[in-house]
């Protein structure tokens, strides 16, 4: 029950894009087709997955012992950003098909401050390691929740008569704005 | 005349958030006041105007196949040194017991590390440029990036709890929607369309 209150939370109460402002890069960036939506949320959830484990253990088993936390940011981005490219190579050799279609996310996520906020938000919250990967899953089902129900929007978004200073970032924004008022309706479900 | 050019170039012409849309997670996150944007601002400020000094002058002994990494590692010790800084000098709460600058902005000060912004800078000016400019570009950007995050901050305190830097100016509520989520959308979108439309003219 705690495990999907997690998830509950994650997903909708505190949408990691819509309500805590993480990964709002990628929201924009690549949120133009449903098709490009998907791939990124699959590498997201991949590497977010991924990468809470790492950190987490890093945490407890180096940092905390030697007393050296005041190195988390540094610590936590490079491995991340180590990661990812072991990810990389990885996948390139045991598995092409999945290479082709998550591939030319994975560079990009290095740079996506939800990997490393999820990260470090898991240390803040002092949960155990099944509850800190369990909320890392939670929040990649959320980032993808949000990147494709916004990108089906833009999509329909294309078609519609815009007028011509609202054009690209500003309509894109106030229509994130608008999904992100929807989301508010959740609020409450979970303290 | 041309490093004045270089340093007013983050205000408007290449201003991060509005223009160059950079750095959108920090500037919608921690608007809700005036004083938190300009704190986050600054906060920028400092890493981009380090982290391009110190890159301008290793830029030459750094093998060109590790300089991502060693950019973010430079860049993440910084973001280390504000952290530790904040969290010494601006964690005292407010006299009404309201959460201090430090816990306010929260994990948005080590993610300055990924920000866009100043990798962006690293990568692309001060990696090939000689370190004055390198410099004023940092600085200039920086100063652009807190202008960005001081007008939306303005605008959403102003509609949302009609106040400016927490000065009060009208009884009871504003529109409480511009201090959460939504309303930092909305707010940065008409903001953007505006910025947009004085650029041209």
């Known amino acids: 029950m705690e495990y999907i209150l997690i998830i509950i939370s994650a997903v909708f109460v505190n949408n990691i894009v819509l309500a805590q402002f993480l990964g709002i890069c990628p929201f924009l960036g690549v949120s133009g087709k449903v098709s490009t939506a998907l791939g990124m949320s699959g590498a997201v959830m991949f590497v977010m997955t991924l990468a809470t484990i790492a950190t987490y253990l890093i945490q407890v088993y180096i940092l905390v012992p030697f007393d050296i936390t005041f190195l988390q940011t540094i610590t936590y981005i490079l491995v991340i950003a180590s990661l990812v490219q072991m990810v990389e190579i990885i996948l390139k050799k045991i598995s092409p098909a999945l290479y082709q279609s998550l591939g030319v996310f994975l560079p990009l996520i290095t740079t996506n401050c939800a990997i490393l906020g999820v990260a470090l938000l898991v240390m803040q919250k002092e949960f155990n390691l099944v509850q800190g990967v369990i909320y890392a899953i939670g929040n990649s089902i959320g980032f993808a929740l949000a990147l494709i129900v916004f990108a089906g929007i833009r999509e329909q978004l294309d078609l519609m008569h815009i007028p011509k200073g609202m054009k690209g970032v500003p309509v894109s924004l106030v229509v994130a704005g608008i999904l992100a008022l929807a989301f508010m309706g959740f609020a409450g479900i979970v303290k | ?201």
Do not use: H
């Open chain 2, 1 to 201: 005349m041309n490093q004045w050019r270089n340093f007013n170039k983050g205000f408007l012409r290449e201003n991060p958030v509005f223009v160059l849309v950079l750095g959108m997670c920090p500037a919608l996150a921690t608007t809700t006041t005036a004083i938190n944007g300009m704190g986050m601002g600054l906060a920028t400020t400092f890493v981009l105007f380090m982290s391009n000094l110190v890159i301008s002058i290793f830029a030459g002994f750094i093998p060109d196949k590790v300089r991502i990494p060693a950019f973010i590692v430079i860049i993440a010790s910084f973001v280390t040194i504000v952290d530790l800084v904040m969290g010494a000098y601006f964690n005292t709460p407010g006299p009404q017991g309201e959460p201090s600058l430090y816990d306010q902005l929260g994990i948005f000060i080590p993610l300055i590390v990924v920000n866009c912004i100043v990798l962006g800078r690293a990568e692309a000016f001060a990696s090939k440029n000689k370190i004055v400019s390198s410099v004023i570009d940092g600085l200039g950007i920086g100063l652009g990036f807190t202008f960005a995050l001081v007008l939306l901050g303005a605008t959403r305190e102003i509609l949302g709890n009609g106040s400016i830097f927490g000065l009060s100016f009208i009884q009871g509520d504003g529109i409480l929607v511009f201090v959460l989520a939504p309303g930092a959308f909305i707010a940065l979108g008409y903001l953007t369309a505006l910025i947009i439309r004085l650029k041209k003219s």
